[in-house]
């Protein structure tokens, strides 16, 4: 059993629990993940290593209630404990080669996007960040972005904090004056789709975190499979940062589609997220 040490609600749909997890703690690297079951009887799924703590050995993860077992897991307070909590999976990001870096987030996707920044600047890599949101209201991690950045440009659809538009409209005016080597994007998936045809343009390298639907995590089921460059990877042991230039977006999104109609069902409460919110 895994202790929550710490529950924050950081948006009306986004949560922050610091989980105990010495065995996981000690290897954990940025860009990794872990997977966990609420119960014993519980699916498991995926999420990103938002932080980690080795002081007191926990591990952070921010998650968006969209689904069944990310409803039940926000049902848990604090000193209640999750049945599986397994990891670190996946391949770290590789910062050996970054020297100037533009970390691109939005939505949830942003809780991905902090731990790569905190890494950045412990690094002593100039690191500018875009972090895109609806509204006002699902803006979170804004501070500690801030931080940790050179630039912080913080972007919502409406106006309502920031800058109102697109990540990509803030992405199109950096492009005309900064010469970064390495460009990170998190998001959903049309986002990081426009992004990497942006970059392409400019010949600078773009890594992709890809979120598919896994089952067991270890490349058994092969549930998370992309397609790049032409090639079959499973995200769970091959990525899940992958060369945005390379990635098959169209196909990606495709397949993110095939199992809403089950997750909707399964859901004990009608999502109030609207259609095509950001996630």
């Known amino acids: 059993m895994y202790p929550i040490i710490e529950k924050k609600i950081l948006t009306p749909y986004v949560s922050l629990m610091r989980i105990f997890a010495p065995e996981v703690t000690k290897h954990a690297l940025p860009g990794q993940f872990i997977m966990l079951r609420v119960t014993d009887e519980g699916e498991r799924i995926p999420l990103t290593i938002a932080d980690v703590n080795h002081e007191d050995q926990t591990i952070t993860i921010i998650f968006q209630v969209a689904g069944a077992t990310t409803y039940q897991l926000n049902q848990l307070k604090e000193n209640e404990s999750i049945t599986d909590f397994v990891g670190p999976l996946g391949k770290p990001t590789d910062l050996s080669q970054v020297h100037k870096a533009l970390v691109i987030g939005g ?29 006002q209201e699902f803006v979170f991690l804004s501070q500690e972005f801030k931080k940790v950045s050179r630039h912080l440009h913080l972007v919502t659809d409406d106006g309502s904090l920031g800058t109102k538009g697109f ?11 900064e010469d970064y080597d390495h460009i990170f994007c998190i998001g959903p998936l049309p986002m990081m789709k426009v ?14 975190s890809m979120n598919p639907i896994m089952i067991d995590g270890t490349g058994m089921c092969g549930g998370c499979r992309v397609t790049v460059d032409g090639k079959i990877y499973f995200a769970c042991v091959d990525g899940p940062e992958f060369d945005g230039h390379l990635v098959d977006f169209d196909e990606a999104i495709v397949r993110s589609k095939m199992y809403q109609s089950f997750e909707k069902e399964a859901y004990p409460h009608r999502c109030k997220l609207k259609e095509g919110e950001k996630s």
């Open 195 to 208: 992004v990497s045809m942006m970059t392409k343009e400019k010949k600078i390298k773009t890594i992709v």
């Open 167 to 177: 990540v990509t409209d803030v992405l199109r005016e950096l492009l005309k004056v």
């Open 107 to 135: 939505g949830v996707g942003c809780a991905i996007a902090y731990p790569l920044v905190k890494a950045l600047y412990q690094k002593k890599v100039v690191v500018d960040t875009i972090i895109g949101f609806r509204s």
